[in-house]
């Protein structure tokens, strides 16, 4: 299996930053690499799909970079509603692994 | 508007047996691909299980092969999860998702991932 690995584990950040998460794959997944946003109590919503493509309806402060087996997901001028835990998840090889997520707090 | 909704979680003894159901609308069932992801309380996303569009090619994650079982009523526009023999650690909120499978606009690269979930429904595994 694919193992996934995101850093930092929890981030403090204030309104108006810009923060950066990183996400590492034990092996090449090429482009095969997504971002999930998750809210307590709720289902995951898709961000970026295809390392750096913005799903429909979210913000363009989100973008996302990468190749091979290191990506990120850089969130430009946080707003209050970004508060949240963010997965990375590979769709290269079944299973699709995911990240351990990272938890953005507020400073 | 897409609309996934689970349902059949709930409270079930250690060797028991649950059958978790997602409803879904607002898109053409029988073309795509469907997902079983799972998060236990407080933990990460885990993928359990997808099934093809027609419902013959299955895949299922380690833990749960032998024990879970997925199909799809496509006339129904159903996904269906069997859990059998279901473990303490079974516990967690299960999420349907939708596959989609598509190419970017160069067409040369292609694109993989879950663009509808479900709500989830909470299964407990406990005596």
């Known amino acids: 299996d694919i193992q996934m690995t995101q850093s930092p584990s929890s981030l403090s950040a204030s309104v108006g930053d810009r923060v950066t998460i990183t996400c590492r794959a034990s092996?090449?997944?090429?482009?095969?690499l997504n971002w999930y946003q998750q809210k307590p109590g709720r289902a995951p919503k898709l961000l970026i799909y295809?390392?750096?493509s913005l799903q429909s309806g979210v913000p363009s402060r989100f973008s996302g970079s990468g190749s091979g087996t290191d990506f990120t997901l850089t969130i430009r001028s946080l707003q209050p509603e970004d508060f949240a835990t963010y997965f990375c998840?590979?769709?290269?090889?079944?299973?699709?692994?995911f990240g351990q997520g990272t938890k953005l707090e507020i400073k | 508007e897409v609309q996934l909704v689970e349902s059949g979680g709930g409270l079930v003894q250690p060797g028991g047996s649950l059958r978790l159901s997602c409803a879904a609308s607002?898109?053409?069932?029988?073309?795509?691909?469907m997902h079983w992801v799972r998060q236990a309380p407080g933990k990460g996303l885990i993928w359990v299980s997808r099934?093809?569009?027609?419902?013959?090619?299955?895949d299922y994650a380690d833990f749960v092969k032998g024990r879970f079982t997925v199909s799809r009523d496509n006339a129904k526009s159903t996904l269906y999860l069997q859990m059998n023999s279901l473990r303490a650690e079974d516990t967690a909120v299960y999420y349907c998702?939708?596959?989609?499978?598509?190419?970017?606009?160069?067409?040369?690269?292609?694109?993989?991932?879950?663009?509808?979930w479900g709500q989830g429904t909470l299964v407990t595994v406990s005596s």
């Open positions: 998702a939708k596959f989609t499978y598509s190419y970017d606009t160069s067409g040369r690269r292609a694109l993989r991932y879950f663009d509808s």
């Open positions: 607002g898109f053409t069932f029988r073309s795509y691909w």
């Open positions: 099934i093809g569009s027609d419902g013959s090619s299955t």
């Open positions: 092996q090449t997944i090429t482009s095969y």
């Open positions: 295809g390392t750096s």
């Open positions: 998840q590979q769709t290269y090889n079944i299973p699709y692994t």
